[in-house]
């Protein structure tokens, strides 16, 4: 058998090349899903792709990081369901602890229901990035890191949601106000280090709004029941069959459609200065335009805390009942004033009549006013009390606090976000009540001296004055024109994600490039298990460990002064010596 002779290859001839295929065309096929462009790279956990979880007191937004958008959305408590936590505590030691257990249970329900239902994934294999929100209670920090590690969770990172939502937007440099469903936080941030000693929050958010929408549904809307018969319908006018809505009606999940698909906010009142807290009217406006006074210190706001405090409050929750006339005239006051400056028309929604009367045929019919639909937000950007500041005062009480040479960078650098944020026009008239909440204020006292020259009125945000030209919102859908090429470059520019999912798009973005925030690990957490001696611990001892705080988790809170600051017990050490 005779072979042919094989030439050796020349060295000089061998070119190698790089293929030409894209690397994420080669590993296309492994892909978890077709709709999310993602890849899976293996490593000693399993896959890197990290679990996001953007705990909220009502919504949750679940998914993994590297991908655009959320897996799952979805309400933690039901739609019909409670908030998971609020802002207030029980003050007895019994009380705390059941409320405890019982947070505990539920949180135990929605993690199962993360990891199993939502994203079908094994928490054995994932590492979990929190997207925590500056004000969360350490207690409830404490709660969910323990369940995650009883499902032993490879590591918890706790990321602050304000500095996420500024790095979604390509920014580490802002003023991040986020708008929730308990309370509305606003936090600078400088070189990607949140500023948290100047942090400003007030109440007026979703949760005082849905409040304010169903007081205002319960005075001013109208109920059509379902007709008896077929034949009725035709024979009995509507007018004749319209009552006032009954309180069963109002659900929470119709309040939230309503508040969601219905309402908007709109623009500013026409006039160039409305009349402000504790002043009457001028006479040019009409005698429809003078408000009764009101007992709580705010004309146009505080509406309700809560339906459980007051169904048919729409102007404070220490009057139970509308037969009071201060607050019957109050509310009808307030009903022509947004009426005169409203042109939305008014909307039918169809919803389940009350038990007690579904002897009808069909549903219900709930006329939603337009003028309701058109300023049921304005008590967003009105402030109640000193406690209660406005939407725009908060930003401002914001820059008043920060250094003098950081005002002008984050005054241009404003980011908006959360859920509440999202009814159309919010962001535009947000920047528009901080441009008015700067103008002079004017003196209505009078002077009963006329000897001496009245004194100036009192200006607050005198100082911010000179930043007028460069406020600007990165997310603004319709930026106002530029007075300042710094506004200019600025306004507008952020990418369009949804203000209600930024900080989770941040937490993906953050998981990709492993530029997390504090990571605690599983084995430093299981150093640090009060009941890992379980044999040599008494019952007491063993309850005052499970209830004092984790030392490894982040609190800023409790982070050391910074040089030169006095000590907190200096003046009792001196009056002692």
């Known amino acids: 058998m005779s072979t042919s002779p094989v030439t050796p290859r020349a060295k000089t001839t061998f070119n190698p090349t790089t293929p030409a295929t894209a690397r994420v065309a080669s590993t296309s096929a492994i892909q978890a ?57 029980a003050m007895d030691s019994a009380a705390r602890a059941e409320e405890e257990k019982l947070l505990e249970a539920r949180l135990k329900d929605c993690l199962r229901s993360v990891f199993h239902d939502s994203l079908l994934a094994d928490p054995k294999a994932r590492k979990v990035i929190l997207v925590e929100h500056p004000l969360l209670p350490l207690y409830i920090k404490e709660i969910i890191a323990r369940i995650l590690f009883e499902n032993q969770v490879p590591s918890v990172s706790f990321a602050c949601s304000h500095l996420l939502s500024l790095f979604a937007v390509g920014r580490i440099t802002g003023l991040v106000i986020d708008c929730g469903h308990l309370e509305s936080v606003s936090l600078p941030i400088f070189a990607a280090r949140p500023m948290f000693p100047q942090i400003q929050t007030t109440p007026i958010a979703g949760a005082r709004l849905t409040s304010h929408i169903r007081a205002l549904l319960l005075m001013f809307a109208t109920y059509l029941p379902p007709p008896s018969s077929l034949s009725a319908a035709i024979s009995v006018p509507a007018a004749n069959r319209s009552t006032r809505v009954p309180q069963e009606i109002l659900t929470d999940a119709v309040v939230e459609e309503i508040k969601t698909r219905c309402c908007f906010v709109g623009e500013v009142f026409g006039s ?170 004017t ?45 200019s470059a600025n306004a507008g520019k952020a990418p369009a994600f949804s203000p209600a999912t930024l900080g989770w798009v941040g937490g993906s973005l953050a998981g990709s490039l492993k530029i997390g925030g504090v990571e605690v690990a599983r084995e430093k957490w299981d150093e640090e298990d009060p009941n890992r001696n379980d044999d040599s611990m008494d019952v007491s001892a063993e309850a005052n460990n499970s209830q004092a705080p984790r030392s490894i988790l982040p609190d800023w809170t409790r982070s050391p002064l910074p040089m030169g600051a006095p000590p907190a017990n200096a003046h009792a050490t001196a009056s002692s010596a």
């Open 272 to 441: 160039s200065r409305e009349p402000q807290r504790g002043e009457t009217p001028a006479e040019d406006e009409g005698s429809e335009m003078d408000i009764p006074p009101s007992e709580t210190g705010s004309d146009f706001s505080y509406a309700g805390m809560s339906q459980q405090d007051s169904d048919f409050s729409a102007v404070s929750s220490t009057r139970p009942s509308t037969e009071n006339p201060i607050v019957e005239g109050h509310l009808q006051a307030i009903s022509r004033m947004y009426q005169r400056h409203s042109t939305a028309t008014d909307l039918q929604m169809r919803v389940m009549p009350p038990p007690s009367q579904q002897t009808g045929t069909g549903r219900g019919t709930l006329i939603i006013p337009g003028w309701i639909r058109e300023r049921g937000a304005e008590m967003l950007f009105e402030g109640g009390d000193v406690d209660e500041n406005s939407l725009a005062e908060s930003i401002l009480n914001v820059l008043l606090k920060v250094p003098r040479d950081l005002r002008k960078t984050l005054a241009s650098s404003i980011l908006v976000s959360g859920g509440t944020s999202m009814l159309p026009g919010f962001i535009p008239r947000l920047h528009a009540e901080i441009i008015r909440a700067l103008t002079p204020p």
């Open 443 to 487: 003196s209505t006292k009078q002077h009963t001296r006329p000897d001496k020259p009245s004194p100036p009125p009192y200006d607050k945000y005198l100082p911010l004055r000179p930043l007028l030209p460069y406020f600007a919102i990165l997310n603004n859908p319709s930026p106002p024109a530029a007075t300042s090429e710094r506004a």
């Open 33 to 89: 899903s077709p709709h999310y462009a993602t890849t899976r790279r293996h490593s000693l956990y399993g896959v890197e792709d990290r679990v996001v979880i953007d705990p909220g007191s009502r919504i949750w937004k679940v998914g993994f990081s590297g991908e655009g958008r959320p897996r799952d959305v979805f309400y933690a408590g039901g739609p019909n369901g409670l908030t998971f936590w609020n802002l207030t505590r």
